[in-house]
């Protein structure tokens, strides 16, 4: 046994004094002497355990008294030993080892960059002064200083001169590092590095790639910047399927996923790849790129959204807030993972800052997803924290409850403090805002007489609905629905309201919310009960701001009448020629309700068509509603011909009833 040992130690050394000999006979070939002298002592532990092993693979291990001796031996390649015997550090460890910019200053004026791996050391020396200009701000450590000074010229220098025997990693870290200082990228020196990278591209591997697709340029990059990030791009779209790292994958997306659409794509499916290994940090981030970008990609955001949904722990709220503005701008309501996030939320929200909860309610109300006990949190908070939130924010958040046409149960209380608020505070608000709220309250059925004259006096409202743009057109027909609240529901309201001329259907050019095409086998279905397209009225535009998608009138006896030949109080022109409706006809209006038009996965209607309902109620119709989910059961020609006489019936019991 003490012969094994013995034998071991022999090799041992003799490996030593091999590698320190090598040393002095390195070249000067600049990858193999950055690559021996920077990683020298794992080689040789490497090359020693190697030998250990082939002595005799069944000794694990040796004496301490020999690995410390050996440790010992190793440690003295980051020291040197002067004439007296003491033991002095190295160049690189006294710059990594510095404390302020004064101690590197103090080692270029000593000419210590002479000595062994000059660019390397001052590629170190750049990186440690930007890690000062970044951490000793508030001590006068500022860019310009570093860039102006003497030092740090030589330090450019030297490394620019030496840049072919600096290793790759350093290379890049020094374009980076004097980017991020500021210096101009037209100097001689950026030039330099950049064209060194170039030639250097094709022995790039992965990491280095990521690390020049992330360089900080400015918003107008140089000509040279253009052909670098353009080569690096090229050289990312060929070897994407060596990333390995979700973090790498993620931070490309972000950085550069907008610079190539085919390199995008691609990443798109790395993540998907890879999906469950993400951290909730970085699927938020991922998703707020596809936000940002206006890229919908479902199997991604399902695979997104799956993995999230099925995480055990709770979703951080800065990560909630993210998922739900993303999937609200990319119109993606994911069912399980919205609950998770409700779930998660609701008894977070006392603790919740006002804006995180706007972006939440905002976010929920795009994505139609009507969450009561989330909603009754989020009354609660306005209702206990009024006044620490200023007009806007009560305002959005009255915006959300009207798009979902959510009431708190507590609503006579809610409103009673809410109310007074807004509209002391309504002329501080935005004018578009303004219209949106007196709008949002028009739906909730909670105006008064107050808000509706501010936004009806013909100065507030004509600005804003002036041409034919698609905004100007939804602020018409808005206006146009508060002017018929004010009409039908504000009993008493003595102040402005529209003219006949102003209501005029010719104004409307647009219908939100409404797609024709859904309603065209409907239509035929009515005109075979009827007797007729000729007897139909369709997509009446009316002067209450809804279109009805098809009118129609039966007498008492459920006999189809011809429309046209009857007057009608919301069709303008002279009608003095038509006939007065006979006793105990009907109006129907025909509303053929979307999938779109309702909250997500509910059979409850959105704010605006709740509100669509009455004012036609109130107009002396009798409503034909045809929902999507039951039209779709409906198979055969003779099913739905059945089925709308079945409607039919019951709309006019519901509206005898509703009369008694």
Not at 442 to 457: C, E, K
């Amino acid at each position: 046994m003490a012969t094994r040992f013995l034998r071991l130690l022999h090799l041992r050394r003799q490996a030593l004094s091999l590698w320190k000999g090598s040393i002095g006979s390195v070249g000067t070939v600049y990858m193999n002497q950055t690559l021996l002298l920077r990683r020298i002592p794992g080689s040789a532990i490497s090359v020693v355990n190697s030998l250990h092993k082939d002595v005799d693979s069944g000794i694990e291990n040796v004496d301490s008294g020999i690995l410390s001796e050996d440790s010992q031996e190793i440690s003295e390649v980051s020291q040197t030993t002067d004439s007296d015997g003491t033991r002095t550090l190295t160049l690189e460890t006294r710059l990594r080892s510095a404390r302020c910019p004064e101690d590197i200053w103090k080692e270029v004026s000593s000419g210590a960059f002479t000595e062994g791996l000059a660019g390397d050391n001052a590629v170190l020396a750049i990186s440690k002064l930007t890690t000062f200009s970044r951490t000793k701000k508030g001590e006068g450590v500022t860019n310009g200083a570093i860039l102006r000074d003497p030092n740090f010229i030589f330090l450019c220098n030297l490394a620019n001169e030496k840049v072919r025997s600096i290793f790759t990693g350093s290379v890049i870290n020094l374009l980076r590092n004097l980017l991020i200082l500021g210096m101009s990228p037209e100097s001689n020196i950026i030039k330099s590095v950049e064209t060194e990278v170039r030639w250097r591209m094709r022995r790039l591997n992965i990491h280095h790639l990521c690390s020049l697709a992330q360089l900080p340029m400015q918003d107008n990059p140089t000509e040279s910047q253009k052909e670098l990030m353009s080569e690096v791009l090229r050289n990312l779209d060929m070897r994407w399927t060596e990333l390995h790292e979700p973090r790498t994958v993620v931070q490309l997306m972000v950085t550069v996923g907008h610079l190539s659409t085919a390199l995008m794509e691609k990443l798109e499916d790395k993540v998907l790849e890879m999906g469950d290994q993400l951290t909730q940090e970085e699927t938020a981030r991922v998703l707020k790129v596809l936000a940002n970008r206006s890229r919908r990609t479902v199997p991604l955001l399902r695979a997104l959204a799956y993995h999230l949904s099925r995480r055990q722990f709770q979703l951080d709220t800065d990560v909630s807030v993210i998922v739900a503005y993303a999937f609200a701008t990319l119109n993606f309501p994911n069912t399980p993972a919205l609950e998770k996030i409700s779930a998660d939320l609701v008894d977070q929200v006392p603790q919740l800052k006002p804006p995180t909860l706007i972006s939440f309610a905002k976010s929920y109300s795009y994505l139609k997803w009507r969450d009561p006990p989330l909603m009754e949190a989020m009354a609660a908070y306005v209702l206990s924290n009024l006044k620490f939130l200023t007009e806007e924010q009560v305002a959005n958040f009255l915006l959300a409850y009207g798009r979902l046409d959510f009431t708190p149960d507590n609503a006579d209380e809610f409103y009673n403090q809410v109310l007074p608020y807004v509209t002391a505070g309504l002329p501080s608000l935005p004018k578009w805002m303004q219209l949106d709220l007196v709008w949002s309250l028009a739906i909730l059925g909670r105006l008064t007489p107050d808000l509706v004259a501010a936004v009806l006096t013909p100065s507030f409202y004509q600005p804003l609905t002036e041409g034919l743009s698609f905004k100007a057109q939804a602020a018409l027909l808005k206006v146009l629905h508060i002017n018929t609240c004010a009409r039908q529901e504000l009993t008493g309201y003595s102040g402005p309201l529209l003219t006949d001329d102003a209501c005029h259907p010719s104004k409307i050019h647009v219908t939100p919310g409404k797609n024709n095409k859904a309603a065209l086998p409907v239509i035929d279905t009515i005109a075979t009960v009827v007797g007729g397209l000729h007897k139909l009225r369709s997509e009446v535009i009316t002067p209450y701001g809804w279109t009805i998608d098809c009118e129609f009138v039966l007498d008492k006896e459920n006999r189809g009448l011809t429309v046209h030949e009857y007057q009608a109080k919301h069709i303008p022109g002279d009608q003095s020629q038509l006939k007065q409706l006979p006793d105990g006809s009907h109006r129907f209006a025909t509303l053929v309700w979307e999938y779109g038009n309702y909250c997500h996965q509910s059979k409850k209607l959105l704010g605006r068509f709740t509100m669509c309902r009455r004012h036609l109620q109130a107009a002396n119709f009798t409503l034909l509603e045809v929902p999507f989910y039951e039209w779709k059961e409906l198979k055969s020609e003779f099913q739905r011909v059945e089925y709308m006489k079945d409607k039919i019936r019951k709309a006019i019991a519901e509206e005898a009833a509703n009369v008694l």
